[in-house]
């Protein structure tokens, strides 16, 4: 597939559109939403006009992976993943849904995005540097790059669909949400970092750091959106891993290293990427898949 058959966009005129993301467009049945996962590929917030072959699918399959993995620790939102069981009006456009999509429950989300870093890398690492902190949690003096951490840390940040995420304190979750759910979401959130790590630690993956989403419905928590995809998260080979140094990966680094070579400003427009670089990069998101869940895509 070049990525000029990449699906970028769906335009399903007879659905309803519930909100277009980064990545996501998603389509609203009352109580339940049709989420459609593109190859629209992000960096520095701003989406690429080109896109990335079977990005969509992995992260969609890689979601529904960890979902069963996780369904004991906190209920998902996920339904199903069978064309034939969709709506029937969605059935029509089965050739873009197959293995990019899924019915999910609708549910309330919760205006937190919930980071957990068990490695030091990217902006906590620079963080760190600068005040020895992330987040406001100390940690010990001395601690190289991409250096594991001896218990792993919850930072959470804000949510944004176009501009940039922000970092804020736990006290401050605990403002926006209240005690009793913003500690539910810090314990449930370690936990799954902690499970997901372990497992793709046996399949020969580091998971650095991840974000979780979470949602209510009926007074009920959910975990929804995308989980612990290259999207979301650092995957790092294990048997290339060196604490002192970046580390090669199996999500889009290889698509900001690009563009940290061009003279661009971060703002939209971005850049067209050129074909060898869309062809690594959906390399590296099919590796993935293939070493996490023994899913093989085409």
């Known amino acids: 597939m070049s990525s000029e058959e990449c699906v970028l966009k769906t ?60 369904k004991d620790i906190v209920p998902t939102h996920f339904i199903t993943m069978n064309v034939d069981e969709y709506p029937e009006e969605c059935r029509v456009y089965r050739d873009i849904l197959e293995g990019r999509s899924m019915i999910v429950e609708k549910s ?88 997901a790590r372990n497992i793709a630690e046996k399949k020969g993956i580091i998971i650095a750091d991840t974000k979780f989403e979470f949602g ?19 995957f790092w080979p294990k048997d290339d891993y060196r604490q002192g140094r970046a580390q090669k990966s199996f999500d889009k680094q290889f698509v900001r290293d690009y563009l940290l070579t061009l003279d661009w400003d971060k703002t939209p427009p971005g850049p067209e990427l050129p074909e060898e670089v869309v062809k690594k990069t959906s390399e590296k998101y099919l590796e993935a898949i293939k070493k996490l869940a023994d899913i093989t895509l085409r």
């Open 11 to 70: 335009n399903f005129a007879d659905l309803k559109l519930f909100k277009r993301g980064k990545v996501r467009d998603v389509y609203d049945f009352g109580d339940r939403l049709l989420i459609v996962a593109t190859d629209r590929i992000s960096a520095f917030d701003v989406i690429l006009p080109n896109g990335i072959p079977c990005k969509g699918k992995v992260l969609t399959h890689i979601t529904k992976f960890w979902f069963d993995q996780l």
């Open 216 to 234: 209510i419905r009926g007074g009920k928590l959910f975990l929804i959106d995308e989980v612990l995809t290259p999207d979301s998260s650092r």
């Open 108 to 195: 309330e989300p919760l205006p937190v995005e919930c980071v957990v870093r068990g490695y030091l890398a990217g902006s906590g690492y620079f963080e760190y540097k600068e005040c020895g902190s992330i987040c406001g949690i100390s940690l010990p003096k001395n601690l190289l790059e991409s250096g594991k951490l001896e218990t792993p840390v919850f930072t959470p940040s804000t949510k944004s669909e176009t501009g940039h995420d922000e970092n804020i304190s736990f006290n401050r979750v605990v403002e926006i949400l209240g005690t009793e759910l913003a500690e539910k979401i810090r314990e449930i959130s370690i936990k799954i970092y902690m499970r």
